[in-house]
């Protein structure tokens, strides 16, 4: 099986305390989603940003399921009412917390079609997901978010476990193999920026966005 994690990730880092900061940010742009954006279309291609808030905390829900023992990819993704967003992403933050919350995950293997390693680096692979959605959410609904550099920084330093090129062909056939051959492609092929952009720029492009939009 190609495997996707061809350089050294975070075995020996607690990827926890970025997830919290991550998990900050991503609260404080749905904080700001106003009333009537909520069916403006974001980035991300087929999602509106309550699409897009469903997603969001369907990400944690797979790391949760992850920590869990579960299968991620079974995950039925969040509905609410308009108004009660910033409830349900803090009550899904506290759960994946807790279930993250024993070290000895950390070392357990974990795998995904994307990577396969310990359970720190599984969980690190998720700061990118995590981070270019609220991106997507923060273009959806005019918002320019104070970037926190340290989960943007660890979410550039994942960046190797997803090849530069040909995207589509690895992931399905990593995913055939895995047995989970009606899972979506959640990656784009890389849009190419400066070597001098902005790292929240050079983040979202690594993962398919034209930040220049």
Known sequence: MTDFSTAPAHATVDPRPILDRA???TGSVIAGVGPD???AATPCPDMDVR??????????DRMAALANGDD???VVETHSPDDGW???WAAAGQRTAATWRDDALLERPMA??????SGAEVLTSYFSELTVHTWDLAVATGQQPDWDDVVVTAALD????????NRR???EQISAAMGLAEVALPFAEAVPVPADAPAIDRLVAWNGRDPRR
């Open 51 to 60: 699409t897009m808030l469903g997603h969001l905390v369907g990400v944690l």
């Open 169 to 171: 062909a690895l992931f």
């Open 158 to 165: 994942a960046r190797p476990i997803l090849p530069a090129e």
């Open 86 to 88: 910033v409830e349900v």
């Open 112 to 117: 995904l079609p994307w990577i396969q390693g």
């Open 23 to 25: 998990i900050a940010t």
């Open 37 to 39: 954006q909520f069916s």
């Open 72 to 74: 991620p990819f079974a």
